[in-house]
């Protein structure tokens, strides 16, 4: 900001990355200042437009493959903080900010049905500080900077999720459970960037990549390597490091559940992907060890014990966390094959699955709203008497499936693909069995939704429009971006190149 | 001798960690939990601190007048403003850890992670007893 003043000859176009962030970092404590939570709630839908505006726009610059450096304060790299946007972040931050700009007007009903109206302005403002938390990942370029801005999200995550301690106590101890999980792993990300820069001398990112190229053989940077994906897979919820993430989901409020489910672990794989592919090379001996041995049987782990577990369950929004889990399995998958189709399906799967999972538990959340349940014992017949929302679900759970025809099938096909050109036929075999897993937990719910009577004495009704549009507009999203893939597919591939650096296959 | 003298630093830096991640799983009491992420995380603030240390450098600060002699070895200063965020971090995340712990102590009536799961555990019988209880369990 400041240096638009400094540098009069630059345009704001220039200045997007970091206004970006800057725009919901700043309507955050506006949003308390004002104390006002009609107020709070335009200033939150504002920023979050407007981030959605400015990361279109830097999608649309990068997706030729260019990339966008931006010198904050005017301090040229290595120095100085970098942000830099290449086709992998900017499609990012494009489903981060898009998710967020939808789940707001959603959210308005919601929490005002779910939250008591004092707290209405600390919710948005703590939601915009995630929300800039989870963006500032994505964009910045330099290393300690994602755990800035790791903390900042997880910080306001935590509050969020115990703010649903209104309906339910359990969310107070399940953000506690998170926060010390949280903490770990942040603290452990940390220690990993330490490994790297005793090993280099450098945190940023570009800078990073190129001093470590030839260090594969260096302990300091292995260690640093372990450290940064068990931190970062705590985050993201890699199989065995997702303890944290069924109670959080499940009594968290349900916008927030909405918002944190499509974006916050995607956030935590793009790391991932960033740290894997392009910080570190992926032909060092040490890295293709762990995807093959380690990473890659834990997405197939994750597969299939989630989608399990899933289809025992009978709370709506525990059953969909642990289908989350199962995805991100299949988003890990694709990070574990390291080849450019593989990372491909990943981003794909990622944007894919962020639309879905927003659809979904948004319908969840209309169930609590009129029911006041999202136990499938006390969702008897609702096809009946709220047939939009439960034709959303139902679009929706095709799509988590991988039905033809949806956004879930598009992921799947690149990433059976991927896994058929690397020989690995029974991959293939397994991703399409945990796939029907996915059918028969998603058939749970339907089933209770349309082929039971509706209780007696029940008299939900459907939601306000502030809450179906968003829903459909998501819905119709998973079936837009089924049939015609040209910005996602392109986004991706594109993605996994500037991943790649342009190097392997 | 020379192994363990040499990298004194970071031998204390891991049994810190270790012993503050031991805290952090073993203990029941949230409070202790607590503390033992302080001291996981302080380790992380020494390791830091001490990776910026050269040897015979001083305070990386400029005289005044700016005469600075080139003989003067200084030391890392990065490192160690790196971890004034970090600290900021530490004190933001302990700070909401424990008004967490006092929401808990009014709701649950204590703050004993064994107590706790036994309230839980008991709630969500009482909501699966519809589906029995092999239904929606944790894993």
Redesign the interface.
């Known amino acids: 900001m400041a240096n638009a003043v400094i540098l009069p000859t630059l345009s704001m176009i220039d200045q997007l990355p970091l206004l970006t962030i800057a725009v919901p970092l700043i309507a955050g404590p506006l949003c308390v200042i004002f104390g006002n939570r009609h107020i709070a709630w335009g200033l939150a839908f504002l920023s979050s437009l407007l981030a959605f505006l400015f990361s279109g726009h830097m999608l649309l610059q990068v997706i030729d493959g260019d990339v966008l450096s931006y010198h904050l304060g005017g301090w040229a790299p290595p120095l100085g903080i970098e942000y830099r946007v290449d086709a992998a972040n900017a499609f990012v931050l494009f489903l981060i900010s898009g998710i967020s700009t939808v789940v707001l007007p959603y959210a308005r009903q919601s929490v005002a049905h779910e939250i008591k109206k004092v707290s209405h302005t600390l919710f948005y403002c703590c939601y915009l500080l995630c929300f800039t938390g989870l963006l500032g990942v994505v964009v910045t370029g330099d290393a ?1 900077n994602v ?2 801005f790791l ?1 900042i999200s997880s ?1 306001s995550t ?2 969020l999720i ?1 703010m649903g ?1 209104e309906r339910d ?2 969310a ?2 399940a ?2 459970d998170y ?2 999980l949280g ?2 792993g ?2 452990f990300f ?2 990993g960037i ?1 490994f790297l ?2 090993a280099t001398g450098t945190l940023n990112m570009a800078d990073l990549a190129v001093r470590l190229a030839d260090m594969g053989d260096n302990r300091t940077v292995q260690a640093g390597f372990a450290f940064i994906v068990v931190g970062m897979g705590l985050k993201a919820a890699i199989y065995p490091l997702h303890l944290w993430l ?1 109670g959080a989901y499940t009594y968290a409020p349900s916008v927030v559940t909405v918002f944190l489910a499509a974006t916050a672990t995607k956030a935590a794989i793009y790391v991932l992907l960033r740290f894997m592919f392009s910080v570190f090379q992926p032909d060092f001996v040490f890295e293709l060890h762990t995807l093959t041995w380690i990473i890659m049987p834990l997405a197939i782990l994750a597969m299939f ?1 989630a989608s399990l ?1 899933a289809a ?4 709506l929004k ?1 059953l969909l966390a ?1 289908s989350s889990v199962a995805q991100v399995g299949y988003m890990i998958l694709g990070i574990g094959l390291a080849t450019k189709t593989s990372l491909s399906a990943t981003i794909i799967h990622l944007f894919n699955h962020g639309i879905t999972k927003a659809v979904l538990f948004m319908v969840v959340g209309a169930f609590v709203m009129r029911v006041g349940s999202s ?1 499938t ?1 006390n969702l008897n017949g609702l096809g009946k008497q709220m047939p939009w929302t439960c034709t959303a679900f139902v679009i929706g759970g095709l799509s988590l499936i991988g039905v033809p025809g949806t956004a879930g099938f598009i992921s799947k096909w690149l990433l059976i693909d991927a896994s058929l050109k690397a020989d690995l036929w029974w991959l293939a075999m397994l991703i399409v069995m945990s796939s029907l897993l996915a059918v028969v937990y998603v058939w749970k719910a339907v089933e209770v939704l349309y082929m039971q009577q509706p209780d007696e004495g029940s008299s939900a009704k459907e939601v306000p429009m502030s809450m179906l549009l968003p829903m459909w507009i998501m819905a119709i999203a998973c079936v837009y971006f089924g049939l015609n893939t040209d910005l996602t597919l392109t986004s991706a591939s594109v993605a996994a190149n500037s991943l790649l650096g342009g190097g392997v296959q | 001798m020379e192994f363990i003298l040499g990298h004194l630093n970071y031998w204390l830096f891991i049994v810190l960690m270790m012993i503050g ?1 031991y805290i ?1 799983v073993a203990r029941g009491n ?1 409070i202790k ?1 607590i503390v033992g ?1 302080n001291v ?2 302080a380790s ?1 603030f020494m ?2 601190i001490s ?1 910026g240390k050269v040897d015979g450098g001083t305070a990386p600060i400029f005289p005044t007048d700016m005469n600075i002699d080139p003989n003067v070895v200084y030391s890392n200063p990065l ?1 160690h403003v ?1 971890i004034l ?2 600290i900021v ?1 530490g004190i ?2 302990t700070s ?2 424990l008004a ?2 006092v ?2 102590r009014e ?2 009536g204590t703050i004993e992670e064994d107590e ?1 799961l036994e309230i ?1 555990s008991k ?1 969500q019988a009482e ?2 007893s ?2 029995g209880p ?6």
């Open positions: 300690f755990f800035v903390e910080l935590y509050v115990a301690a106590r359990r107070l101890t953000a506690y926060l010390i903490t770990i942040a603290t940390v220690i330490g820069y005793i069924p014990a577990i025992f369950q009978t709370d525990r642990y136990f014992k | 991640f952090v949230y939990k992420l996981f995380q992380v390791f830091y990776i490192p790196l965020t970090a971090v933001a995340t909401l850890g967490l712990i929401r808990i709701e649950f706790i839980e709630l909501e699966n519809a589906e092999a239904m929606g369990g944790r894993a």
